[in-house]
Nanobody
């Protein structure tokens, strides 16, 4: 069993900052890719920022220069520093990871999601 647990959401004024964190726990053999997505009601979930399996980063154009993703491989965590927040950043933010796990003697790559954390940017 693998779990992703997010923390750090909340209410912030426009121009403010928040930091989200996500920790993977359980039977983790290795984490291949890890990052953040967000979703607002009635819209598709969208990529915010991720580390690819090759170690590079991808950012949504709308957050480039304002958000910074970081990773601690030793602790199996990923964080998202969000600065200069705008009302349009309001969404539920989800942690996502592709994790290798041993299942019945086979090493499998599975996709996992956290439960989501609400970020609200409003005055």
């Amino acid at each position: 069993q693998v779990q992703l647990v997010e923390s750090g959401g909340g209410l912030v004024q426009p121009g403010g900052s928040l930091r989200l964190s996500c920790a993977a726990s359980g039977s983790v053999f290795s984490i291949n890719a890890m990052g953040w997505y967000r979703q607002v009601p009635g819209k598709q979930r969208e990529l915010v920022a991720t580390f690819t399996s090759g170690g590079s980063t991808n950012y949504a154009i709308s957050v480039k220069g304002r958000f910074t993703i970081s990773r601690d491989n030793a602790k199996n965590t990923v964080s998202l520093q969000m600065d200069s927040l705008k009302p349009e950043d309001t969404a539920v933010y989800y942690c996502n990871a592709e994790i290798s796990v041993w299942v019945l003697g086979k090493l499998l790559r599975n996709d996992y999601w956290g439960q989501g954390t609400q970020v609200t940017v409003s005055s």
